[in-house]
């Protein structure tokens, strides 16, 4: 039982450490850059973790350019999570990011997508 205990407080005590690092670890990208890949993480504010690769220092943080800062991240994450989006860096470091060819600010705004964002922590 102790050992059960143990492993659980340590299980915690890393996934702590993560969330407070961050999930997206990887380098930001330049201007100009053009990204492709699954989102693997939604942050409030607008913000996708797009996996370049397989490990964390491959997942790139990008903020959204064209979403509203009211933007809930239930909708966001409904529109965007485990699906391929195509994002273009702009000069100011934020990103306009696609899933098949629409905004993916434009679709967490539908209302289909703002309904089924509300199953969404």
């Known amino acids: 039982m102790l ?7 340590f299980g915690l005590a ?7 690092a961050g999930v997206c670890t990887g380098a930001a990208p330049e201007a100009g850059a053009v990204l492709h890949g699954p989102v693997l993480h939604v942050e409030e ?28 991240r239930g909708p966001l994450m409904s529109a965007a999570v485990a699906k391929d989006v195509d994002c273009k860096v702009r000069a100011d470091g ?10 993916v600010s434009d ?3 539908r209302p289909s997508v703002q309904k089924a964002g509300l199953s969404w922590r």
């Open 3 to 9: 050992k059960l205990l143990t492993v659980a407080a």
């Open 14 to 20: 890393c996934a702590s450490r993560a969330q407070a």
């Open 94 to 103: 934020r990103a306009v990011c696609t899933v098949e060819g629409q905004s």
């Open 107 to 109: 679709l967490a705004q």
């Open 45 to 72: 504010g607008g913000r996708l973790c797009v996996a370049k690769g397989f490990g964390r220092d491959q997942w790139v943080e990008l903020q959204l350019a064209d979403a509203p800062p009211e933007l809930a």
